[in-house]
């Protein structure tokens, strides 16, 4: 398989779903604010794989368009980490998952922009700008949560110590990454590791949080292999075009 | 017909972004281009974020603003590249969403935005993500009234 195509719908995968995990949000926020910023990264989000599928149905050549990638596809096809379909929870558990996604997206993002694919390219430079307010928001509520009150900070901690172990996966390489790394259309994952864990260790630190000393990984979802949560997401996020093929607004 | 590209950019003036009906495609930075080549015309447009549900609302705009001018043989592209950002927008553009109620983009310090409303520059900021994505929502601690503020991007 083209490891173009697998290495864009990794990424557009991992945009969707956290894109749509963070719209189950809308009207359920903590205040209206961040029910407004929980939506409104949602649609970047959204707008990020879009602009993704678009250019893996590009890719694949057979005439399919971003729907069908995003509609008709099953989940073992889909190829996002396994973090991003993880339950909301309650909000310092989407604001755990979204700050580990961020402090890896914003970096991706940033060294994406140099990649020798003009149109991984764009979409990088388009993408990253709107991941660095992404980051800011999640880890300014990680240092609010953490360095809050009691509860806010037993809620968060015991959010970190559900989700570490699908911290790591996002930055394991598969074939179609170490195939990025080689032509050049991709990153290298364990730089931005480098850098990802030291943001990630600096924000903890101070929100007085505990960094889990367990160094598991969950992995599996970037080759299809995902935990039971995804299918019920893909149940109500293609229901439409399951049961009504091809229709539009 | 003799197409003339300035004439296309006059009449595009008339499409306005459907959240903020003030400012227009132009102002906005949103219109990169009009080609005109061999009387086909390519009208280049660039979304200001990624999700931005205006996009397809504008690009229905240009069309019908195009059509009913009896003009037929055009295209509209969008790139991604270079991404779109406020530096781009219009000192007119900013100055009608100021009026319009908007703080515009300061790019020399965003702590320091002046309130739309009676200009007091003692505002704070409520929150990062506003009614769009474009904007960030604040309070005049003067005057009291809050505001969209348009953010650097």
């Known amino acids: 398989m083209n490891h173009l195509y697998n290495y864009t719908l990794q990424q557009a995968d991992n945009c969707l779903i956290l894109g749509q995990r963070l719209g189950e949000w809308c009207g359920h926020g903590p205040v209206l604010e961040q029910d407004i910023a929980m939506t409104n990264i949602s649609l970047d989000l959204i707008g990020q794989a879009r602009m993704l599928y678009q250019y893996a149905a590009e890719i694949q050549g057979e005439g399919k368009s971003e729907d069908d990638l995003a509609y008709l596809r099953d989940a073992w096809d889909f190829k996002n980490v396994l973090l991003v379909e993880q339950l909301n929870g309650d909000f310092a558990k989407t604001i755990v998952r979204q700050f580990l996604f961020d402090s890896f997206n914003c970096y991706f993002y940033e060294a994406l922009k140099s990649s020798n694919d003009e149109n991984l390219a764009a979409i990088a430079a388009k993408s990253h700008k709107e991941a660095l307010y992404h980051l800011k928001w999640s880890g300014d509520w990680v240092l609010r949560l953490g360095d809050g009150t009691e509860e806010s900070h037993e809620r968060i901690q015991s959010a970190l110590n559900a989700l570490w172990s699908y911290s790591g996966e996002i930055v394991i390489p598969t074939e179609a990454d170490q195939a990025g790394l080689e032509t050049g259309f991709g990153v290298d994952l364990n730089a931005i590791k480098t850098r990802r864990d030291s943001k990630v260790r600096e924000v903890l630190e101070e929100a007085t949080l505990t960094i889990p000393e367990s160094t598991y990984s969950h992995s599996g979802g970037k080759e299809g292999k995902h935990t039971e949560y995804l299918g019920y997401i893909l149940a109500d996020l293609q229901f439409l075009q399951r049961a009504y093929p091809g229709n539009e607004w | ?153």
Request: glycine share 4%.
């Open chain 2, 1 to 153: 017909m003799v197409i003339d590209k300035e004439h296309i950019i006059q009449l595009l003036e008339e499409v306005t972004d459907p959240e903020i009906p003030v400012i227009s495609i132009r102002d906005l930075g949103i219109l990169r281009e009009v080609k005109v080549e061999n009387d086909a015309i390519e009208v280049v447009i660039t979304p200001t974020y990624s999700g931005c549900p205006a996009m397809f609302e504008i690009e229905k705009n240009i069309n019908n603003t195009l059509t009913k001018n009896d003009i037929t043989n055009f295209k509209i592209t969008t790139v991604l590249s270079p991404a779109w950002t406020t530096a781009w927008m219009s000192a007119e553009g900013k100055q009608k969403l100021k009026e319009y109620g908007i703080a515009p983009p300061n790019p020399t310090n965003e702590a320091d935005i002046q309130c739309p409303n009676c200009n007091s520059r003692n505002t704070i900021m409520i929150s990062q993500f506003g009614s769009t994505a474009c904007k960030s929502l604040f309070k005049c601690e003067d005057c009291l009234e809050p505001f969209d503020y348009f953010k650097c991007h």
